[in-house]
């Protein structure tokens, strides 16, 4: 038997004024065939557990198409179209097959398509007809539509966030397969979508408010004929009707079984949704409460929260240390001029320079200093542990790391980076130990790295495409009504 590969992955943050081309997925992954194998199959990522448990099974993977981008905004109506088109034509060549393993991400948005993983998903039913199984992955940010749902037999998201669990999940949707395969299961599913937004603070899935929600997911899975459950809290940062949180349950045979049990989950949302309001710490008390806590802090930037598709150059927080000339800080910046600048400057001179706030202006002003370049990295990098994101290998372009006169250590980097291995800064000869303050430009993602070293971990909620108020956002096209918009 044959079984093909294939996926197309972006989570699209529609606040964001720069769209996602094609130039962004050639900067992330666009691979076909052999150099998806090469590329994933070792990692934990999902499209590894993939490969894992076919071979296991002795069953032939056939990786068709797959590609990646970082997040960033609406994916341009060129590209989606491209990336389809690619999509098919390679699934076109790549024979007969028996079934399709997917790896959507389900929080993607193009123009003129708000439902992107819906669209392309659906374009692939229809060339495979009805019969054909199609078992896929989501990540648990996914902004679940019911296009996504009716074109694939079943769909089964990640349980942990940050997501340590890519590779097994993937493995698991495999197994999944395989058992449909050889007629032991025959999976049917069914969807629920509350009308509640979680919100990105509240996403920690080893904490309360959702270790309790997925304790209750994890106790349905006992029942006979229920073969997986899921939980989407959603993508916040999109303004589509998708946006939100959903649940799908997957029962062997019994759409009715499926059903009711997913109804048990959306009714526990409903019932509990006030305990998935944020708490809220702004700027200067967080780094007050930074300066009094065990050391290293963690500082999460939530309003440049590169994983949620945001700029890389926020200063709010570089600002507020260098006001307060906290010289033991470190932050990374996305500024490609800067380290154009510094490294024209060279090793150990000063330089003056501008960081930051140029991508557009909800991020902070560009930050004015007189800084001393200390070293330049070519900025390549790779992780062995599971990290959020299930990659190995990392780029992030000619690197420069400046000291401002007393204040903060920055890392300029050419390229957009997610804060989701320290490898990226032990490769630049950052020691993260020695810091009092550690940036890091997300949420719920950089703790599987930062927290074995940070006693201390806080949020902090700066301005921005992805800020911790969501309901400051000018959302058109969100679902009505939907909490905590409306109560
Ligand atoms: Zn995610």
Redesign the pocket.
Known sequence: MRVGILGIQH?SNTFLSVPTTMEHFRNGAMLTGEGIRSQYAQSHHELGGFFAALDAANIEAVPIYFAWALPSGTITAETAEELIEQLLREFAAAGELDGLLVAP?G?AVSDPYPDFDGQWLSQLRQNVGPDLPIIGTL????NLSPQMVDACDALIS?RS?P?LDQRQVGQQAAELMIRTLRNEVRPVQAAAFPPVAINIERQLTADSPCREMYELADQLLTRPGILSDSILLG?PYADVPEMGSSFIVVADGDQQLAEQSVGELNEYLIQHRTQFLPDILELDAAIDLALASPQPVCLLDMGDNV?GGSPADSTFLLQALVDRQIDDAFVCIADPASVERAATAGLNNAVELEIGGKTDDRHGHPVKVAATLLSLHDGKFSESKPR??GRTHYDMGQTAIVNIADGPTVMLTTRRMVPFSLSQLTSCGIEPQRYRILVAKGVH?PTAAYAPVCPTLLRVNTHGVTTADMQSLPFKNRRRPLFPFER
Not at 139 to 142: W, Y
Request: proline share 0%; no cysteine; hydrophobic share 35%.
């Open positions: 989570e991400h929080a990540d648990l940010h996914a990640y966030n997501h993508f994983g959020h994101g993602a």
